[in-house]
């Protein structure tokens, strides 16, 4: 299990224990928060997430008869 704390509480500790705190800017800057095509960039981060995946023969996975397997060709989802 992974408690999710709030970037709040984790920037308070951070600063209790007198370490360099910019968690906020880092979180918005890899979760594309700031940029205006965020939804663009997220999309060709994560294209090319699995690219370097798939290339370095991570996947498939598998568990017992089980496989999981990345397509490299992602499906686009628009909306009405």
Known sequence: MYP???PEILSSYLRQLKLEDNLTNLMRENSFLSSKTASTDRAT???STVSTLNSQNI???TFG???VRIDDEP???KGP
């Open 4 to 6: 999710e704390v709030r």
């Open 65 to 67: 008869n089980f496989e």
């Open 45 to 47: 981060s994560i294209i």
């Open 75 to 77: 499906i686009f989802v």
């Open 59 to 61: 996947f498939p996975i």
